[in-house]
């Protein structure tokens, strides 16, 4: 099975930073990756599919890139409402796994 | 308005059973995969089972295998859980959340939790 790796768990970071979250897959999955976002009590959100797609109504600040096995999501300039955790997804696959998660939290 | 609503969480007691209902509106339910995702208090994302579209097509995450059956009705717009056998270790929100295509999942329910425990 392949393996999702992202790091780091926690970014500290404040408002208008650039942040950057990584994930690793364990072979070679193409573009076949998604970002969701998930805040306290509520269900994920898709963010980013097909590595660097970005899903409708998100704001143009996300940016994924990333192929093969390594993939990173970026928040160019952090708003109030980015703070959350960030899961990475392999998909295309009946049997999709998740990143461990990074929680991007106030300084 | 795309909308998904799970049901059927609670306390039950470890080898006990649950089945859990989602119910969707707001799109053509049968022309969508679906799937089950949990979330362990505290913890990350799991993905449990997967459903294709007319629900001949199952897949199950390894330690579900033979205790959990995922089923649709489509006529009723409506994803199930029968969840039997259960353990401490199943005790999760469980999400259901509809497959875009290729198993990214774009829209999901608010959650239903399920609580394992003597």
């Known amino acids: 099975d392949v393996q999702m790796t992202q790091s780091p768990s926690f970014v500290s970071a404040s408002v208008g930073d650039r942040v950057t979250i990584t994930c690793r897959a364990s072979?070679?999955?193409?573009?076949?990756l998604a970002w969701y976002q998930q805040k306290p009590g509520k269900a994920p959100k898709l963010v980013i599919y097909?590595?660097?797609s970005l899903q409708s109504g998100v704001p143009s600040r996300f940016r994924g890139t990333g192929y093969g096995t390594d993939f990173t999501l970026t928040i160019s300039s952090l708003q109030p409402e980015d703070f959350a955790t960030y899961y990475c997804?392999?998909?295309?696959?009946?049997?999709?796994?998740f990143g461990g998660g990074t929680k991007v939290e106030i300084k | 308005e795309v909308q998904m609503v799970e049901s059927g969480g609670g306390l039950v007691q470890p080898g006990g059973s649950l089945r859990l209902s989602c119910a969707a509106s707001g799109f053509t339910f049968s022309s969508y995969e679906m799937n089950w995702v949990r979330q362990a208090p505290g913890k990350g994302l799991e993905w449990v089972s997967y459903i294709g579209h007319s629900g001949s097509t199952l897949y199950y995450t390894d330690s579900v295998k033979g205790r959990f059956t995922i089923s649709r009705d489509n006529a009723k717009n409506s994803l199930y859980l029968q969840m039997n056998g259960l353990r401490a270790e199943d005790t999760a929100v469980y999400y259901c959340a509809r497959s875009a295509s290729l198993n990214y999942l774009d829209s999901w329910g608010q959650g239903t939790l399920v609580t394992v425990s003597s």
């Open positions: 997804q392999r998909a295309n696959i009946f049997t999709p796994t």
């Open positions: 097909a590595a660097s």
């Open positions: 072979q070679g999955i193409s573009n076949s």
